[in-house]
C-alpha cells in the first residue's frame, strides 16, 4: 500500500460520522417495547369488546323482526311480557312493526342519556320483539298515550308516533294558537276523536281559550267539530281515557262531560244523549260492545271497610250495559266484580264474550277512607279524574258473564300501564310470551359501552407503562467513542 493510499484511508476515516452504540440500542429497546405494548393494548381491547358484544349477540340470536312467527304471523296478544332491558333499541332507531300492546314501565335505575327510569316498550303484533320509546313518565298510556287499533301509530297529544316507520310529526293542523287532546281512535285507524283548544301561547304552553270536541281526519287534516266544550274547560283534566269511545264499525261516537254522555253520528249529528249517576263514568275505549247494541259504564261503590290496614283500596268496581238511545240498564247481565283497585278501564272485548279490562292497583298501605256518597267529584283525592295518579301495578283480566274471571295477560310489578291495540282482541288469539331480546341495542348504549371498555383497557395500560418509565434507571449521559488514534503516516518496518 502506497503512502499516498494510507494517508487518503486516514483522512476518510477521521472524516466518518461516529455511532454511538449505547443510544441506537435504547432507542431500539423503546421502539420494540412499544410496539409490543401496542400490540397488548389492542389485543386487550378487542378482547373486552367481544366480550362486551359476544354475550349479546349469542343471547340475541333469532330476536330481530320477524324471526319469532307467531300464530302463523297472525296479530295475537302474548300470555306474558317482561320489561324491556335499559338498553333496548327505540322504535326510531330499529323499528320492529305493529304491536300488540304498549306498557308503561319502571326500569328501576337513575336515569340518564343513555339509561332512562321511566320508558315506554312496545311489543310486537305477530312475534315477541320490544322496542322503546322513552317519556320520561310523562306520558300513561290509555290516557296520555293512545294505541291505533291497527297497532301501527301511537298518538300522544299534539305528536305521533309511527311505529312502523320510527317517524314521530305533529299531528295536522297543530300550531301556535291550535293543539289537540287524543280522546279515541276510530276504529279504521284513520280518524281521531279530539278535544281542540285554541288559545295564546306563553312560554311552552298553550293557555286554552277555547275547545271543542271534533274528529280529525288524519289524512287529510280536515277536522269536524262536534260539541262546544268552553264552558268546561276544567272538566276533563286528567280523564281522556274514559271520555270518548266509537262503535266498532265506527258509525257513532260517545262522548261524556261531566255526569252527561251525548252519542254523535259521523256527520255531526246528535243521535241521543242521557245522564249518569256521579259514581259512574264511561268503561273506556272499548265502552260499545261488538254488535255496538250496548254501551258499558263502570260504576264504583265503597267496600272492604271492615279489614283495616290490609292496604286494600276501600273500593268496589263493576260494568254495567247501557242502552245507548236511552241510558236504561240491560237487565240480566253482570259481570264479575272488582274490588281494592283506584281505577278499572274497559280496552275491549274477547271475541267469547269476555270484557278485557284493565285492573289499576295502588302502593300497598295507601287505602283511603272513601264514600262516594259524601265525595266532592271534583276534588275527591281519588276520585274521578285523578285515581290515576296512584298506581303502583297492573293486571289485565278478561271478564266473564254470569261471574268468572281471569287473568288474560301476566305483566311484571313494574307496570304501571298499558294498552291493547283493539284489532289483536278482536282476533282472539294468544301466543306464548316470551321475555324481551337482548339486542337490538340503542345506539346510545353501545357508544357508552365501547368507550368504557376503551378505557378500562387503555387505563391499566397506560398506568404500567407510566410505573415502568419511573423506575427505570437514569440514563448515563452520552458518551462519545474514545479518540480514534492518530494515523500512522509511516509505514510499519
Not at 298501605?365 to 265525595?375: H, I, K, L, R, V
Request: proline share 8%.
Amino acid at each position: 500500500m502506497t503512502d499516498r493510499l494510507r494517508r487518503a484511508l486516514a483522512d476518510a476515516g477521521a472524516a466518518a460520522p461516529m455511532v454511538d452504540l449505547y443510544e441506537q440500542a435504547l432507542a431500539d429497546g423503546r421502539r420494540l417495547r412499544r410496539r409490543r405494548n401496542g400490540r397488548a393494548a389492542l389485543g386487550a381491547t378487542i378482547a373486552v369488546l367481544l366480550a362486551v358484544a359476544m354475550p349479546g349477540a349469542l343471547l340475541g340470536a333469532g330476536s330481530e323482526p320477524g324471526e319469532f312467527p307467531a300464530a302463523g304471523g297472525i296479530p295475537s296478544l302474548p300470555d306474558r311480557i317482561s320489561t324491556s332491558w335499559p338498553w333496548t333499541a327505540t322504535v326510531e332507531q330499529a323499528p320492529a312493526g305493529p304491536a300488540a300492546l304498549l306498557i308503561n314501565q319502571e326500569l328501576g335505575m337513575p336515569s340518564s342519556v343513555t339509561f332512562p327510569e321511566d320508558t315506554i316498550a312496545a311489543v310486537g303484533a305477530t312475534a315477541n320483539t320490544y322496542r322503546t320509546l322513552d317519556s320520561g313518565g310523562r306520558m300513561r298510556l290509555g290516557a296520555d298515550g293512545l294505541l291505533s287499533p291497527d297497532g301501527n301509530r301511537l298518538v300522544e297529544g299534539a305528536a305521533m308516533h309511527d311505529l312502523v316507520t320510527g317517524r314521530s310529526y305533529a299531528l295536522p293542523g297543530v300550531n301556535a294558537t291550535t293543539q289537540f287532546v287524543p280522546l279515541a281512535w276510530a276504529p279504521d285507524s284513520g280518524t281521531l276523536a279530539v278535544i281542540r283548544e285554541t288559545g295564546q301561547r306563553w312560554k311552552d304552553w298553550l293557555v286554552p281559550e277555547a275547545a271543542t270536541v271534533g274528529l280529525l281526519d288524519l289524512a287529510s287534516g280536515d277536522y269536524r267539530p262536534l260539541l262546544d266544550v268552553t264552558a268546561q274547560l276544567d272538566a276533563y283534566l286528567g280523564t281522556p281515557a274514559h271520555m270518548a269511545a266509537f262503535t266498532p264499525d265506527g258509525s257513532r261516537l260517545a262522548v261524556q262531560f261531566g255526569d252527561k254522555i251525548t252519542v254523535f253520528t259521523r256527520d255531526a249529528t246528535t243521535w241521543s244523549s242521557f245522564v249518569l249517576s256521579h259514581d259512574s263514568q264511561l268503561a273506556g275505549k272499548g265502552a260499545f260492545t261488538p254488535d255496538g247494541r250496548w254501551i258499558a259504564v263502570v260504576s264504583r261503590a265503597a267496600c272492604c271497610s271492615d279489614q283495616p290496614g290490609q292496604g286494600r283500596f276501600p273500593s268496589q268496581w263493576r260494568i254495567r250495559l247501557l242502552d245507548p238511545a236511552t241510558g236504561a240498564e240491560r237487565p240480566g247481565w253482570s259481570l264479575s266484580e272488582v274490588s281494592g283497585v283506584t281505577a278499572l278501564r274497559l280496552i275491549g272485548w274477547w271475541p267469547s264474550g269476555e270484557a278485557v279490562v284493565a285492573a289499576f292497583y295502588p302502593h300497598p298501605g295507601s287505602s283511603a277512607q272513601w264514600n262516594p256518597a259524601t265525595a266532592d267529584p271534583n276534588h275527591d283525592q281519588w276520585g274521578f279524574p285523578n285515581y290515576y295518579e296512584q298506581v303502583d301495578r297492573v293486571e289485565v283480566r278478561a271478564l266473564a258473564t254470569g261471574g268468572g274471571s281471569r287473568e288474560l295477560l301476566s305483566l311484571p310489578d313494574t307496570v304501571y300501564g298499558v294498552d291493547i291495540a283493539e284489532n289483536i282482541l278482536a282476533h282472539g288469539v294468544v301466543r306464548p310470551g316470551g321475555d324481551a331480546p337482548v339486542r337490538p341495542v340503542r345506539t346510545g348504549w353501545l357508544v357508552t359501552t365501547a368507550a368504557v371498555a376503551i378505557l378500562l383497557t387503555a387505563t391499566p395500560v397506560t398506568v404500567v407503562l407510566l410505573i415502568r418509565r419511573l423506575r427505570r434507571p437514569g440514563r448515563s449521559s452520552r458518551q462519545a467513542n474514545p479518540a480514534r488514534p492518530a494515523a500512522d503516516d509511516a509505514e510499519p518496518t
